[in-house]
């Protein structure tokens, strides 16, 4: 009688969680196929390595965009990972002390800005004196990429056994070269990890953009300039009345959704083969 | 018969727990000294005080003096005593992200010695001495973490040794490995003593019979008896040591 009684249970939990699965999963699925089909429509050679046309004429591509979001990223990889990672070390290297709480405090504090307000803060830092640029695009982006890297190099650090620490130490090596040739070293993989899904989640990003970055029809020619960048030119695009740009956004879209999904793939087989 | 360590009136602490109480000890050099004892009796806290890692720990003191050479340690630079004292863990540890190359030569490099025709000798002989050499010669490039748990301790030993020291301490060194590969670290010891003083805790009985020329028993924090192995298993002065070595104790 229990015996039945449990095995119901047992059952009704399975379905449930399968049920729970499928009602999750399909609209993850028909959106991923929805961009797919979209998608692969306008992937011509064209499409990436050319500028885009004037609404109406057909052809053109993204190449700026894509020209865009690299120097978008790149940058953005320059201003953040230096900061975290000293930021870092300090937080798993040293003794505890007040001050490293309120850094913590402060990191998590920023972790859950919403990302229009960083494109407010370098809007009001950078684009009202020095107009709109890379730069101020990539400096939003830092402001949500860093307390991201912060919080995943800690935990690098911190997964470091203190006897690998210890036997650096042992070795008649000073705490700052055992900390930046042994620990670093150690912890990297997961650095690593940490540093590629933070770009995977910034990457995506348009509010911090929209008046950062601003965009641009053609190629940007130095970091000064105003840049085009993925997102923004699918937010773009997207909501413009001509079919074909529509067309467009869908493969932009899809360029995007491979660049996250394969340095989601990478991070984990890294992971997994240490 | 030189006196490399002279420990006088050795107390340590964690926080308000006294671990070590007034010890006091001297340590021959070129031979080996096993300390012995109970689990936490403070075998590690002593040896680490040796090499002043003991107070990196959170709330860690140590007073009194343990002169290396005549100079009392704690008047030096820390990084300047564990130089002349390598220390070899009871977990081997050997550096998960490097190579068995790197391993070996890491000590070298951080401490500024560039010369890539030296860390190469130095690597080579190394492993040579830690009994390694023939075992890896052929892969030296590959991850020191594939190496067996017997390997991985002889490349632990290899990278104590690549930095030059005098002191070699060992924490339990086979108390983590098969008995065959424990045996291979027993004979390895016994032929570094020709160049090295050396120290090993253990709480193997017959380990420290078979290993050492001095013995260091220690129990709740205190040094009970100290004196050349034959003595201190044939003639303890102590009944504690006596009860310990027959293994009715501890
Ligand atoms: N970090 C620490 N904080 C507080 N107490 C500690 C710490 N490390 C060790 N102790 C305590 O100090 C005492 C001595 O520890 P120690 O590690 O020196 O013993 P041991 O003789 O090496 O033991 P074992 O044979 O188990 O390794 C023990 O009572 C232990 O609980
Ligand atoms: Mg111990």
């Not at chain 1, 990223?73 to 309120?102: C, G, H, Q, V, W």
């Not at chain 2, 991850?143 to 301790?153: E, I, M, V, W």
């Amino acid at each position: 009688m229990e015996m039945a009684a449990r095995k119901m249970k047992n059952h009704a939990l399975t379905i449930y969680s399968i049920t729970s699965l499928i009602i999750i999963t399909i609209p993850l699925l028909h959106i991923i196929a929805t961009t797919i089909i979209n998608g692969v429509q306008s992937f011509t050679l064209e499409f990436f390595t050319s500028l885009p046309r004037p609404p109406g004429e057909e052809g053109g591509g993204i190449a700026n965009a894509i020209q865009g979001t690299a120097i978008l990223i790149s940058l953005t990889m320059l201003f953040s990972i230096p900061p975290s990672l000293l930021t870092a070390i300090f937080l798993s290297e040293f003794p505890d002390s007040r001050f490293k709480n309120l850094i913590r405090l402060f990191n998590d504090t920023f972790m859950g800005t919403p990302s229009i307000v960083a494109g407010v803060f370098a809007y009001t830092l950078f684009v009202t004196k020095f107009g709109f640029s890379a730069i101020a695009g990539a400096f939003a982006l830092s402001v949500l990429a860093i307390p991201m890297m912060v919080k995943t190099m800690e935990e690098a650090f911190k997964l470091v056994p203190i006897d690998i620490r210890e036997a650096g130490l042992s070795l008649g090596i000073r705490h700052w070269k055992v900390v930046t040739g042994i620990v670093l070293r150690s912890a990297m993989p997961a650095i690593a990890s940490g540093i590629l899904l933070a770009l995977a989640r910034i990457s995506g990003e348009t509010a911090p953009l929209l008046f950062t970055a601003f965009g641009n029809p053609d190629f940007a020619g130095s970091v000064t300039e105003p840049v085009s960048a993925l997102p923004l030119m699918i937010y773009v695009y997207a909501t413009s009345p001509y079919p074909d740009w529509n067309r467009k956004a869908w493969s932009a879209s899809l360029i995007l959704m491979i660049a996250v999904l394969a340095i989601n793939l990478i991070t984990k087989y890294r992971l997994r083969r240490r | 018969m030189k006196d490399k360590i002279v420990v006088k009136n050795l107390n340590a602490w964690y926080g308000d727990l006294q671990v070590l109480k007034n010890i006091n000890l001297t340590i021959i050099e070129n031979k080996i000294t096993a300390i012995l004892g109970p689990s936490g009796c403070g075998k590690s806290t002593f040896i680490r005080c040796l090499n002043r890692l003991h107070e990196l720990r959170h709330k860690a003191r140590a007073e009194g003096e343990i002169l290396l050479d005549g100079v009392n340690v704690f008047n030096m630079d820390p990084v300047e005593v564990r130089k002349k004292i390598g220390m070899v863990f009871q977990h081997p540890n050997p550096f998960p992200t490097m190579n068995i190359y790197d391993n070996v030569a890491i000590g070298l490099r951080l401490n500024g010695v560039k010369n890539k025709e030296a860390i190469d000798r130095a690597v080579e002989e190394s492993l040579k001495v830690a009994a390694l050499w023939d075992e890896v010669r052929e892969k030296l490039n590959s991850s020191g973490t594939r190496l067996s748990g017997g390997q991985k301790q002889r490349l632990c030993i290899a990278r104590a040794i690549a930095t030059k020291p005098e002191i070699l301490i060992f924490d339990e060194p086979t108390s983590a490995l098969d008995p065959i590969s424990a045996m291979k670290i027993e004979d390895l010891l016994i032929d570094l003593k020709e160049r090295y003083t050396v120290i090993i805790v253990t709480h193997n009985i017959q380990q420290a019979r078979r290993l050492s020329d001095y013995i260091a028993f220690f129990w709740m924090g205190e040094l009970i008896e100290y004196g050349p192995n034959e003595k201190i298993f044939k003639n303890p002065k102590e009944e504690i040591t006596r009860e310990y070595l027959k293994g009715r104790v501890g």
